[in-house]
T-cell receptor, first 112, second 114 residues
Framework: QQKVQQSPESLSVPEGGMASLNCTSSDRNFQYFWWYRQHSGEGPKALMSIFSDGDKKEGRFTAHLNKASLHVSLHIRDSQPSDSALYFCAASGNTGYQNFYFGKGTTLTVIP | NSKVIQTPRYLVKGQGQKAKMRCIPEKGHPVVFWYQQNKNNEFKFLINFQNQEVLQQIDMTEKRFSAECPSNSPCSLEIQSSEAGDSALYLC????????????FGEGSRLIVV
């Protein structure tokens, strides 16, 4: 059973538009969430972490966490062609050794 | 630029050949993970270390996979006898360990088994 689910699988937005990505987990032990971005041919890069309920903003990127519903979202405003990439949600818990669970990713295409 | 260094970036092996990948974690990071990312971009956890000790690993029942993180040397992941299904991107990542610390990835080693 996939512990972290992402939607949509793929998303296209026009340049300058807003992209919204979603992530839901099924494990109430998860306390820590990250968004990663992976460009083609590269390794994943950590974009943002979010551990508390509410919004966290870093530049054009805003993450939102609702621990009660185990839902995390990522919103990218003023999307740029360079934002075109695969975005992963990752989660980890507070029990035992730290392990990370990744979703299957959302492919974002920003159309110039 | 990634601070986790993986080599080689690409390797092509025939079926049955050994494939070995290396990873230098970010300086000061005692925890190292290896993941396999398949063609569908899914992550499969393989093994992780804290310093030289294995923390967790999948059941490598096929015994074709081995990994180590020796002191003062790069970590490594080796496939003893490559199979077509092993073709994937192998990602090494490191972390300070403990709850809430970010995992930092290298650029990966792409294995193609022909």
């Amino acid at each position: 059973q996939q512990k972290v689910q992402q939607s949509p699988e793929s998303l296209s937005v026009p340049e300058g538009g807003m992209a919204s990505l979603n992530c839901t987990s099924s494990d109430r032990n998860f306390q820590y969430f990250w968004w990663y971005r992976q460009h083609s041919g590269e390794g994943p890069k950590a974009l943002m972490s979010i551990f508390s309920d509410g919004d966290k903003k870093e530049g054009r990127f805003t993450a939102h966490l609702n621990k009660a519903s185990l839902h995390v979202s990522l919103h990218i405003r003023d999307s740029q062609p360079s934002d075109s990439a695969l975005y992963f949600c990752a989660a980890s818990g507070n029990t035992g050794y730290q392990n990370f669970y990744f979703g299957k990713g959302t492919t974002l295409t920003v159309i110039p | 630029n990634s601070k986790v260094i993986q080599t080689p970036r690409y390797l092509v092996k025939g079926q049955g050949q050994k494939a070995k990948m290396r990873c230098i974690p970010e300086k000061g990071h005692p925890v190292v993970f290896w993941y396999q990312q398949n063609k569908n971009n899914e992550f499969k956890f393989l093994i992780n270390f804290q310093n030289q000790e294995v923390l967790q690993q999948i059941d490598m029942t096929e015994k074709r996979f081995s990994a180590e993180c020796p002191s003062n040397s790069p970590c490594s992941l080796e496939i003893q006898s490559s199979e077509a299904g092993d073709s994937a991107l192998y990602l090494c990542a490191s972390s300070l360990g403990g709850s809430g610390n970010t995992l930092y990835f290298g650029e990966g080693s792409r294995l193609i088994v022909v």
